[in-house]
């Protein structure tokens, strides 16, 4: 089949070595956030490594010292009112979750630094998560007046229990790398300087093993998890797009990029 074209991705680095594909979230200036063209990459990449016979392995990781800092809030006002106006700006976070978690290949999430907002999501839809001392993981949706909607509420719980994922998600406090080994969020925590060869040991494993085996049993586990999760996960994009045309949530940008805490009032 076609192998994948890297010159058709703008925002997502593409390398390829003996079966093992790495993309690299590249928006290194605002720590990989994602803005709307990016997100539009990520959602279609997977159609394209699945079509790629070379790839038997993808490791999904960030540009520099951060994963992914979460949305660019710098562009995200301009975008929500152009979503409005096209199609259900739903479709993208759906498509985005949806289209990892049907890969056919497996995929490493490899972090350093911060995987906040949707980029937590996007390395828990990933297949394993492997990350370095000092990163953290934060659905930081209510810091900014919004609910979570990008995943959290599909993956919180079924990694963390369900009293440890509405702490997590109601708080959106930070769960460093450590902790988040300890208690399940991620498969493995090592240090920075051992990152690299770890996960690249890890993902020659699964390139060396049957692919169609591990194909199969990877769609076979996200079938379950999407028919226990669709629900919530459907109802939580709701009432996240409900909440980002709140006085809340203008309050909660304005104070992140002023750089203070946001008194929210509930309106």
């Known amino acids: 089949m076609p192998a994948i074209d890297p010159s058709q991705y703008q925002w ?4 390829k070595n003996d079966g093992v594909c790495t993309l690299t979230l590249n928006n290194p200036r605002r720590k990989n956030a994602v803005s709307r063209p990016m997100h539009q990459e990520i959602e279609r990449i997977w159609d394209d490594v699945d079509r790629d ?5 993808v490791i999904l990781t960030g540009e520099g010292g951060a994963f992914c800092a979460g949305t660019d809030l710098s562009m995200q006002d301009g975008e929500n009112q152009t979503g409005r106006k096209g199609r259900p700006p739903t479709k993208s976070a759906r498509r985005l979750f949806w289209n990892m ?3 056919e290949k497996p995929i490493i999430a490899k972090v350093r630094g911060p995987a906040y907002g949707v980029g937590v999501n996007i390395a828990l839809a ?3 998560v492997i990350a370095a001392e000092g990163a953290k993981f934060c659905d930081s949706h209510v810091r900014m007046g919004i609910a979570p909607g990008d995943g959290g509420v599909a993956f919180f719980p079924l990694l963390l229990g369900f009293h440890r994922a509405k702490e997590y998600l109601m708080l959106g406090e930070p769960i460093v790398a450590e902790k988040a080994a300890e208690i399940g969020l991620i498969n493995y925590c090592v240090p920075d300087g051992e990152l690299d060869a770890f996960v690249d040991g890890y993902a020659r494993r699964l390139a060396a093993g049957p692919p169609l085996a591990i194909s199969y049993g990877k769609m076979s586990v996200n079938l379950l998890l999407k028919q226990m999760t669709a629900g919530a996960f459907e109802t939580s994009l709701a009432y996240d797009q409900l909440t980002l ?3 809340d949530h203008k309050e909660g940008a304005r104070a992140f990029l ?5 008194v929210f009032k509930g309106s």
């Open 12 to 15: 997502i680095k593409i390398e």
């Open 53 to 57: 016979d070379d790839i038997r392995v």
């Open 101 to 103: 978690l049907d890969a």
């Open 126 to 128: 990933c297949d394993m």
């Open 245 to 247: 045309f709140t006085d």
């Open 258 to 262: 002023e750089k203070r805490d946001p």
